[in-house]
């Protein structure tokens, strides 16, 4: 007869880095780790926004530089990340402020809000991207 004392209990453990691409995120969880993960990234290009929002407003050939500068295509590439970026930590914002105002957010909410977050932020870059790549 096991006892308390000779019982094997179950071991917990955090995920190590090998095994995060086997694990499975709830929906919410990816959209909560892509709202930070696109907070890094607007931090991190801040410096690049401001370098071109000052030089396209120093002179005209400056900003004739930028212009010419923001068409090749691997810095619209650039530009359309930033703009998901900015898309996606909106739409996750919003999300959060509805989880706050609605207290109670049953698991299937949160899977909507969720499956709602992707489809506006992916919707309005997918749209961006468009105007951005075809000059709609």
Do not use: C
């Amino acid at each position: 007869m096991q006892t308390a004392h000779t019982r094997k209990r179950p071991e917990y453990r955090n995920i190590g880095i090998t095994q995060i691409a086997r694990y499975r995120l709830p929906l919410a969880g990816l959209v909560s780790i892509l709202h930070r993960a696109s907070g890094a990234v607007m931090f991190l290009l801040l410096p690049f926004v401001l370098w071109l929002f000052d030089t396209s407003l120093r002179s005209r050939d400056g900003y004739a530089h930028i212009a010419q500068f923001l068409g090749w295509w691997p810095y619209k590439l650039l530009v359309l990340g930033l703009f998901w970026a900015i898309a996606h930590h909106l739409v996750a914002g919003v999300r959060h402020l509805v989880m706050d105002i609605f207290q109670a957010v049953s698991k299937e909410q949160g899977r909507r809000l969720a499956l709602t977050t992707f489809a506006v932020s992916l919707l309005a870059t997918a749209a961006f991207a468009a105007h951005l790549f075809l000059g709609a």
